[in-house]
């Protein structure tokens, strides 16, 4: 689901949490938007888009493919991807030498 934002201050509104009605969705769209149009952003918001871009919520053009089109949100439908990420307990095949 893709929202349109009329503006990148609408977008940023609700990036920012100054939205309180946004869902968590919304909110992670609402970065996209922000990455997508180029939004000039102060450093924090920089450092902290990097974090979504590096966890997944964020698609860039680098990150596409490896997610496969798909972004990831916590608390979301789509976190089920974060079980695919786990090592089960019972992976007793792996061996690791002492050294």
């Not at 902290?48 to 997944?56: P, Q, R, S, V």
């Not at 698609?59 to 991807?81: F, H, I, Q």
């Amino acid at each position: 689901m893709a929202f349109n934002f009329k503006s990148l201050e609408e977008a940023y509104r609700v990036a920012r949490g100054d939205d309180e009605s946004a869902d968590l969705v919304r909110y992670y769209q609402a970065w996209q938007h922000l990455y997508d149009m180029g939004a000039s952003l102060c450093e924090a918001d920089e450092y902290y888009l990097d974090k979504l871009i590096c966890d997944g919520s964020v698609l860039t053009k680098y990150n596409y493919d490896e997610l496969g089109g798909v972004a990831y949100y916590p608390d979301s439908p789509g976190a089920v991807r974060e079980a695919d990420l786990e090592i089960s307990a019972s992976d007793d095949d792996v061996r690791f030498p002492l050294i």
